[in-house]
């Protein structure tokens, strides 16, 4: 059953000396199976973008999260503990195929709040891009 949380996205890139950061604070829903979190947000974009309708499903075994936004500009990432997957990301101005490597998964969710972590290296024409962390902190309202 989908409940209602408060949802807080910490996401950091590196690349090469440069460093970057974005904080989103949104609210959304989050489902508990078996084997996995499913978070569903909606990521609202810079006019004249149209909003993205994300998920991302993180697995309880912390073997891998996918996140799916979709929209007019929808991409599908995996992530897999020590895998590199090719993955497709929508621009404005055409698709990018991505070499996308999982580094770390962490889950420490329980009795309605925690947090999940993800770390994971981009790259394209098998060049690295960027390095990135993301931390997505849920409390059930």
């Keep these: 059953m989908n409940k209602n949380a408060l949802i807080k996205i910490v996401g950091r890139q590196k690349y090469g000396r440069d460093r970057d950061k974005i904080e989103m604070t949104t609210v959304g829903t989050i489902e508990e199976k078996d084997d996995c979190f499913i978070l569903r947000y909606k990521e609202e974009q810079e006019p004249p973008m149209e909003s993205l309708n994300t998920k991302l499903t ?3 075994d912390e073997s891998s999260v996918e996140l799916m936004r979709t929209g007019k500009h929808g ?6 503990r020590s895998k590199r997957n090719l993955c497709n990301y929508a621009t404005g101005v055409g698709d990018i195929l991505m070499g996308i490597y999982g580094k770390n998964i962490e889950n420490s969710f329980d009795n309605g709040e925690g947090s999940f972590f993800f770390s994971y290296d981009i790259d394209v024409n098998g060049a690295l891009t960027s390095e990135n962390e993301v931390r997505v902190d849920v409390k059930i309202n």
């Design 75 to 80: 991409s599908l990432l995996l992530i897999e």
């Design 58 to 60: 993180i697995k309880k």
